[in-house]
């Protein structure tokens, strides 16, 4: 765990009042967004396809990001393939604050 971020004690109360207005971002988009982790250094979501149609997986990131108020860095929009299809985005916030979202593939 050396290799971690330092604990910040209000992460979590920062990642908790973003949601609301992620999850309308994401729903408008056709997805379900959930949390994924602890929220004591990074905030976890995962984006799930709900309804039809669902944008893209780009397209939603960039909805997302707007909804930050992220000023976007060109690494952003090269996500990280994982495991069943995922795709995963980390978005740096401000001051050490990050999100972590995986985008499920439409099915």
Not at 17 to 44: C, I, K, N, W
Request: aromatic share 8%; proline share 10%.
């Amino acid at each position: 765990m050396a290799d971690r971020e330092p604990y910040r004690p209000m992460a979590g109360i920062i990642y908790a009042s973003m949601l609301p207005s992620l999850q309308e971002t994401a729903r408008r988009h056709g997805y379900a967004l959930a949390v994924h982790g602890s929220m004591t250094y990074d905030f976890d979501l995962v984006a799930i396809p709900w309804s039809n149609p669902a944008s893209s997986p780009r397209k939603l990131i960039d909805a997302l990001i707007e909804d930050t108020g992220v000023i976007p860095c060109p690494s952003l929009y090269e996500p990280e393939k994982r495991s069943h299809g995922r795709l995963s985005w980390t978005i740096p916030l401000e001051c050490g604050y990050s999100l972590d979202i995986s985008v499920m593939p439409i099915g």
